[in-house]
């Protein structure tokens, strides 16, 4: 199985801000919820762990038990001119994507430019995931590009879904290639 993680909380997603390529740690709630998914047993027994480069991913993934490696291709979307600002002043940004999924913010990446790079890990690690347990600890963009990739859709269905913090979701096989096995479970974690 492939378990696709996003980390626990952070300050700035308490506080509703846009956060790509900003390095932050996760904040106590954020450290609660990671070692509330360390106490998830199929979590806790995969042979691989996976994390995106930034702090808030790496602490999440050390909280699971496996050793973990780091690929920067896990890493979230660069919203670059946008990065750290309230997601309540965004609109700009989200109405250049709603017309084109390959528009860049300045010093950024296109949503694209994330779902190719994520659908190449998910391509790599497939293999794997088909006979071991293969854990990503990622964020937002890369994982909606994964679970587009299970699927077999293109990256407008990301705007389809909600991924919240500290959540969990699973790729396995099908009769077809990769099945969405669930999304966005959210139980075993502290919300508060």
Known sequence: ML???????????????????LDVPLDELGRRQ???LGEVEVLRRATRVVSSPLARARETAAALGPPVSV????????????DGIELADSGALFREWDRDLGYRPPGGESLVDVGERARRACDELWVESRTNDVVVVSHVSPIKA????????????????????????????????????SFNETLHRPSA
């Open 71 to 82: 690929d920067d291709r896990w890493v979230e979307i660069d919203y670059g001119s946008y």
């Open 146 to 181: 994964a679970v587009a990739w299970a699927l077999g859709v293109g990256d407008e269905v990301a705007w389809r879904m909600f991924l919240d913090v500290a959540s969990l979701s699973v790729v396995g096989e099908g009769r077809r290639g990769p099945t969405l096995r």
């Open 34 to 36: 990671a070692k509330a």
């Open 3 to 21: 378990y696709l993680v996003r980390h626990g909380r952070t300050a700035q997603n308490a506080a509703r801000r846009l956060l790509g390529h």
